[in-house]
């Protein structure tokens, strides 16, 4: 394999030459029924990827084929697969497809095979969950659990939360919800004390998350709890789980009930799959529910093998988002789920996105000339129609789209106005700003004008189910991947985290060196 | 009064020429204790806006004074309060300001005084509340209200919500916490289904909240209410108040339990301080905490009147925020709460700035040549630090920053961990945060390398109290109107939400003319 920056390729300047047909793409001849039925790519988990709405031709396709082809992103991708260490900045390897099932060889580490572990640790959770559900794991009282609270933030938060939310109102539909899910992240004393005075503390089981077990905000909050624990005389050890490195603190620790493991090779933004989203979600909905998730990302992870860019949906997805970033000079890019129960997971993309890709460094460590991972940011529709979308549509600058939608709600619970009911509203508004925002509409007033030109794809599928979801999470996961590896950067590291918390500790403990810095700390009253 | 477009003022090219000054600003250098210490404007309501980490000098802070006089920005603020038809576009008033006090003449429409109408629903709706909480207004089977529901979209939704979740913990704290809040939004049958699900309708009272009493989701979400009211036995006029324009047909509808009413001089997005946010935020937490609130906003909406750029907070945090936009050439802005209560704070002013000035027209309809309003997005710290925080220190572009912070939490409860109690830890991160963003810190492994150079305000105040949060919500109101002023657009209009309403009625209809739409609503399943 070779790592060439971006800009070195050939495919570069292929791509910089059609860059004036791309902005000049014309949606309101292009935007056909045709096109619509015919540029389709299918996800996994019963999803569908349609790319009709954004501006790009035969021969853009063609240019982007070659740019898979010339930086060698199947290989690649079939490198972190197979066990190779591609998180070069942290020299480890990159396994949070193997969570999900084997696409590769056997990535063995120090003897132990991975593949194996991380089944092993998926069934260890899968019969606590069990275990809890059927009433042989109690509190210390004596008493069912009824109530899972997470303590963990960053991936150890934004993912499981969003997951959790995305099949609550599914899994009581179901009869699948078995207990309550809260999550406390932020190291806001407001956060874990309003959410330990809305829990029955007798029937909660917590669940610390953190890998390294020395996250100040989840050890802060790891005390708050203890001590209402200890307040209401209940015993810590059989309330508490962790999820942890087999080398952190917190593990193999006679404090807690149990304790489940990861290791450095899941990077905290893709953990959803492992027991960080798992053992809360196995909690919330019963194992096989969690284990309906994994196989849908792994469907989606197979699919994303595929040499092909107009069959692989993941990969086609991440070569759009680079031409509309280095040629088409969008800086940022909104997801739109048309669906309540997917309120959280923009902002999931949002870390998945922005903490992977932000990066102004290639793989070697040396300066990049060309713009990265972009913006993200989103709400769900049809909310976002009555809020920002005035600016997608007649702002001054162009925002890429990334809509998602399903035939069926998950309550299957409706009602008729007007003659359709909501969820067809939902789905017409979908299809509706669709078109909007590609063809617009010319007023002689031109505060009515719609200039249109506005790309977006469609993620669409029949329900959210836990399948859907699995290959919702993969799709963006291995696009943000796949991106990482068109801009020849490490998508795996975080540097830029380290330095806020480098100065954290020194203004606490007061000795930061920075007058400046003393005197923010001063105006807050630290 | 003179309307210019800013690319004709003085002040333009006066700012273009110091661009690159602005541009090469020497954070490391600039930003000293005294800079901290004396960069500082009052807001209103016990909070400070601090600029110091702001790439001005003097030199630019004369240049955005002058831009301030030459496109008469006070005098047509004065004019906005003093009734003038400032909404030029829909030929409206704009009036947010008078529902919480006066600062102009007497605003008179068609023989009534708005101010004195306003005055009137406020203390209509306080008593409403005063009799719910008495149980003097009980639900049709004669037991108490515990809970209000409100059903709205986008401006009847997002401030109220926003508002609701910030005072939240500070009123249990006070024991001001009267009867629980929820909020039905999205015409997604989920979201109104499992809001339903969730409460006890025998004791619930809905707040039906559209000004037109036409919004496809609104109404919608009434019929849904309605139909499990009916199917619980309930009579549904002793349920459903209705907050409405008076020519609406949700006005004098004897099916409703009762109406508050405003107009169209208050747009939705600026409406929270109406009932459209005082209905439920007095039922919650009672009247006088709403008034507090008004206070609040009230102070800064007085302070927004003063002159000097340096005593004004709100038109100097605009007028920076154009410095930015259209001279530092900046797309976005983040809006980082380092306080859990603020946890959708930044989805509503998403809101209230995209749609309020996300604009490619000025007041008469002709087109703009300079960037308007930036994408605003937004999570609270330190959370987003385990998340998006990666891209906004190391990634390729700048992203300016809006930090907010409080000395003290609002439950008072919190835990010493290494010396510290989480409250201290969170300002300490956030003090870290801005000097991390603004000076970086070099390192020849340039993985580890961070650029500085990311500019940011602050505005922090003891606690967030009512009085604090309605100084919060009108800086952002009042900055988001001056930059419209500067811009010489209509920020009070919003023509781009019309396009989707109409295709997504033809493609209910099943005529929309367009194949393509109609393929997309195929693949939808409409």
Known sequence: ????????????????????????????????????????????????????????????????????????????????LDGETMNTGENRKVLHHLLRGQLGKDVVFEGKNLGDFYKKELERFSAFADAVHAGKIVGSTGKRFTTAVQIGIGGSDLGPRALYIALENWAKTEKKQKMEAKFISNVDPDDASAVLASVPLEQTVFILVSKSGTTQETLANELFVKEKLQKAGLDLSKHIVAMTSETSPLAHNPAYLD????????????????GVGGVILSLAFGA??????LKGAHEADKLSLEPDVRKNAALLDALIGVWERNFLHFPYTAVLPYSQALARFPAHLQQLDMESNGKSVNRAGEPLNYSTGPVVFGEPGTNGQHSFYQLLHQGTDIVPLQFIGFAESQRGDDVTVDGSGSQTKLKANLAAQIAAFAKGKQDANLNKNFKGCRPSSLIFGKRLTPEALGALLSHFENKVMFQGLVWNLNSFDQEGVQLGKVLTKKVLAGNSGDPALEAYAALLGV
Do not use: H, W
């Open 1 to 80: 394999m070779r790592f060439t920056d971006f800009d070195k390729t050939e495919s570069f300047k292929t791509l910089s030459a059609l860059a004036e047909k791309g902005k000049n793409f014309n949606y309101t001849e292009e935007l056909t029924s045709d096109r619509v039925k015919s540029l389709l790519a299918d996800v996994g988990g019963g999803l569908t990827y349609s790319y009709a709405a954004k501006p790009v031709c035969d021969k853009t396709l063609a240019a982007l084929q070659e740019l898979a082809r010339e930086q060698e992103l199947i290989a690649k991708y079939q490198a972190i």
């Open 259 to 274: 304790a489940f493991y990861m290791d450095d090779f899941i990077g905290g933004r893709y953990s959803s799959a492992s």
């Open 288 to 293: 096989d529910v969690f284990k309906r998730l």
